[in-house]
C-alpha cells in the first residue's frame, strides 16, 4: 500500500498530480513536493510569464483540471470577470493564477482528508528507485517513499550546434527566451532581432518584444518559414469521433500512408482542424502502433506539419503576428540554422534551404525552438544522475524516458513498480503528452495506480456490507 509519495516537480503537472491524490485520497497519505525553488509553485516555465500578450492556445472551456469539474478554469476566471465566455483565449498568467488557486486548495483540503503534504522548497538531488520503494536524496537527507512522480516539466534549453562560445558569453546569442523577456527592460533596444525557431514559442517572443520595442525588426528563420496555424474564430466539433480514421490508420501503421489517409479525411471535411481534433483522443493508441522506424521517419518528415496544425495559435494572435508582416516589422526566412558566429559585432547565422547556405546577419539572435525532451545529454541535475546511474533509459528519439503508456519510467526495458513520469518524459511513450489535457488525463491515471492498493481494501469492505 503506497502511503508515502514523492511528487518531485513544481509546475503544472506536478500540481496536477497533487490535487488529484489529495482530492482522491481514502487511507492515510503523506506526500512529500519537492517545488524545486519555485517562487511560485504551480506555474512552471509555461504559466510563469506576466505578459498579455501570451495567451493560451486553448479555449477556456477545455482547460479545467479535472474531468469531475471541467469547467474549473472558467468558473475561477469568471468569477474575476463575468464577461469572460468558454470560447475565450485567455492570458497564460491567469491560468498560472488558477494553478496556484487549485494548489492551495489542495493543501487546505489536505489535512480534513488525512492527508499530510509535505512541501520541500528545493529540488530532489537524486532518486534511486528499488522494486519495493524509491529513496529521495535531498542536501544530506535522505527519504524513503513507497513511490514517486518525476513531474519535471520542461528540461533546461541547450543552444543548437554551430552556436560560438563568444556569443553566449555576451548574451548576443540568447537560448532561453523566457528569461531574456524578464530582464528585457534593461537591455538598449536593437535594431534587429533573428528568431531562430517559428513556433509558438516564437510567435510570444516576437510579439512581446514588438511592443517594448517599437522600432525593432524581426527576422524569423525555421525549416519551413511557416508560422503556427491559427484556430478558427469559432470553435469547431469534430464531424464524429474518428473512430472510422483510427481504425484504417491503426490497421497500416505507417507514416505515408497515415499522410495519405489525412490527406483524404480533409477533402472531404469542411475544415481540415476537424479531422486534426477528432484523433486528439486516440493519438497515444496511434503512437503505440508505430514501429520505432516510422516514429523515427514521422519526427524527420512530418513532425513540424503536425506540430504546426495541431498546437495552434488564436485568431487574435494570428491577426497581431500578420499585422507586423505587412508592416515590414516581421520576415520569415525558410532554412535550418547551422552556425551563430560573431562578425563585425553582430551576430551571423547561416541556414541551408533547398541545398544552398545563406547568411543572416542580426544584433541579437534568440532561440525559440520550444521545449526540450531529450534526456541524453541533458543539463537536468536529476535527470542527468538518472540517466548516468542506469535508474532511468532515455528514448531513443530523444523523447523523455522509456516509458510505459500508464507512466512507468523504464530501465533497461523492465518498467519500475514504484516509479513514475508525467508530461515532457512521457513524450516517448504517448507523444501528446505536454498539453494540458492530456496531463490531466495522465494525472488522473498515476492517482489511479498510486492509490488502487488503498482503495481495493475499501471496495471490498464496502461490497461485504452491501452483500
Not at 493564477?97 to 493543501?107: G, M, V
Not at 528545493?122 to 524513503?144: H, K, M, N, W, Y
Not at 513511490?147 to 532561453?176: C, F, K, N, W
Not at 503505440?288 to 485568431?315: D, G, K, S, V, Y
Request: charge should be neutral; charged fraction near 25%; glycine fraction near 8%.
Amino acid at each position: 500500500m503506497f502511503r508515502r509519495v514523492a511528487i518531485v516537480g513544481g509546475g503544472a503537472a506536478a500540481v496536477a498530480v497533487l490535487t488529484e491524490l489529495v482530492d482522491r485520497a481514502i487511507a492515510p497519505l503523506h506526500l512529500d513536493w519537492y517545488t524545486g525553488g519555485a517562487a511560485h509553485p504551480g506555474r512552471g516555465i509555461a504559466y510563469g510569464t506576466t505578459s498579455p500578450h501570451h495567451l493560451l492556445n486553448v479555449r477556456a472551456a477545455t482547460m479545467g483540471m479535472f474531468s469531475r469539474r471541467p469547467r474549473g478554469f472558467l468558473d475561477f476566471a469568471q468569477r474575476a470577470d463575468p464577461q469572460v465566455a468558454g470560447t475565450d483565449f485567455l492570458p497564460r498568467r491567469l491560468y498560472g493564477d488558477y494553478l496556484e488557486d487549485e494548489a492551495a486548495n489542495a493543501l487546505a483540503q489536505s489535512r480534513s482528508r488525512g492527508v499530510d503534504v509535505r512541501v520541500v522548497p528545493f529540488a530532489a538531488d537524486a532518486l534511486v528507485p528499488e522494486i519495493d520503494g524509491v529513496t529521495v536524496i535531498q542536501g544530506e537527507r535522505a527519504s524513503r517513499v513507497d513511490a514517486a512522480v518525476l513531474a519535471i516539466g520542461a528540461l533546461p534549453v541547450r543552444p543548437i550546434a554551430g552556436v560560438e562560445a563568444s556569443l553566449l558569453a555576451e548574451q548576443r546569442y540568447i537560448i532561453d527566451p523566457w528569461a531574456f523577456l524578464a530582464s528585457a527592460g534593461v537591455h538598449a533596444p536593437p535594431r534587429e532581432v533573428a528568431l531562430v525557431g517559428l513556433g509558438l514559442s516564437a510567435v510570444d517572443v516576437l510579439l512581446e518584444l514588438a511592443d517594448r520595442w517599437p522600432d525593432t525588426h524581426f527576422t524569423a528563420v525555421s525549416r519551413h518559414g511557416r508560422l503556427p496555424a491559427a484556430h478558427l474564430p469559432v470553435a469547431t466539433v469534430p464531424d464524429d469521433d474518428g473512430g472510422g480514421l483510427v481504425e484504417a490508420m491503426q490497421d497500416a501503421p505507417e507514416i505515408r500512408r497515415w499522410l495519405r489517409l489525412l490527406r483524404e479525411a480533409i477533402a472531404a471535411s469542411e475544415d481540415w482542424r476537424v479531422v486534426i481534433d477528432s484523433l486528439r483522443p486516440s493519438t497515444h493508441q496511434l503512437w503505440e502502433a508505430l514501429p520505432l522506424a516510422e516514429r523515427a521517419r514521422f519526427l524527420r518528415h512530418a513532425r513540424w506539419a503536425w506540430e504546426r496544425a495541431r498546437h495552434r495559435m488564436p485568431p487574435q494572435v494570428e491577426r497581431q503576428v500578420l499585422a507586423l508582416e505587412r508592416e515590414g516589422r516581421l520576415k520569415r526566412v525558410s532554412g535550418h540554422v547551422t552556425a551563430a558566429r560573431s562578425r563585425d559585432g553582430r551576430v551571423e547565422l547561416e541556414a541551408w534551404h533547398a541545398g544552398a547556405s545563406a547568411s543572416l546577419l542580426a544584433d541579437l539572435a534568440i532561440q525559440t525552438i520550444g521545449l526540450d525532451t531529450d534526456v541524453r545529454n541533458t543539463l537536468h541535475p536529476l535527470m542527468r544522475q538518472m540517466v548516468t546511474n542506469g535508474h532511468v533509459t532515455p528514448d531513443p528519439l530523444g523523447l523523455g524516458c522509456q516509458a510505459t503508456p500508464d507512466g512507468r519510467l523504464c530501465h533497461d526495458g523492465t518498467p519500475w513498480p514504484r516509479l513514475f513520469g508525467i508530461g515532457s518524459l512521457m513524450r516517448g511513450a504517448r507523444w501528446e503528452s505536454i498539453a494540458m489535457p492530456e496531463i490531466r488525463l495522465q494525472a488522473r491515471v498515476l492517482a489511479s495506480q498510486i492509490l488502487e492498493p488503498a482503495i481495493a481494501p475499501v471496495r471490498r469492505r464496502l461490497a461485504s456490507h452491501a452483500g
